[in-house]
């Protein structure tokens, strides 16, 4: 069994950064992809950012490719999501993920951390 826990969530103005922390008990979380999703009031959940657990590679959406950065950090158990460049779009509740595959989500869920970006 895994529990996530988001942090880092927060009002920022367009053009600004922050960086999210998932922070993993359970079961060691660097045998799972880990992964970031968002949802937005009124929208389906999506898929944001990606890191394989076989190979460390990551992967992005579109709309967050170059400005996200996800990585981690093992001796800690958490999982990070450097945003930059924060567009009024980003505004969400953002999710971590472990499990699954792809853009398709585990079925490890945190409880969610709002992002808000004012313009």
């Known amino acids: 069994q895994v529990q996530l826990v988001e942090s880092g969530g927060g009002l920022v103005q367009a053009g600004g950064s922050l960086r999210l922390s998932c922070a993993a008990s359970g079961r060691t979380f660097s045998a799972y992809n880990m992964a970031w999703f968002r949802q937005a009031p009124g929208k389906e959940r999506e898929f944001v950012a990606g890191?394989?657990?076989?190979?460390?590679?990551?992967y992005y959406s579109g709309s967050v490719k170059g400005r996200f950065t996800i990585s981690r950090d093992n001796a800690k158990n958490t999982l990070y999501l450097q945003m930059n460049s924060l567009k009024s779009d980003d505004t969400a509740v953002y999710y971590c993920n472990a499990g699954g595959a792809g853009s398709s989500p585990g079925s490890y869920w945190g409880q969610g951390t709002q992002v808000t970006v004012s313009s």
């Open positions: 890191r394989r657990y076989s190979d460390g590679y990551t």
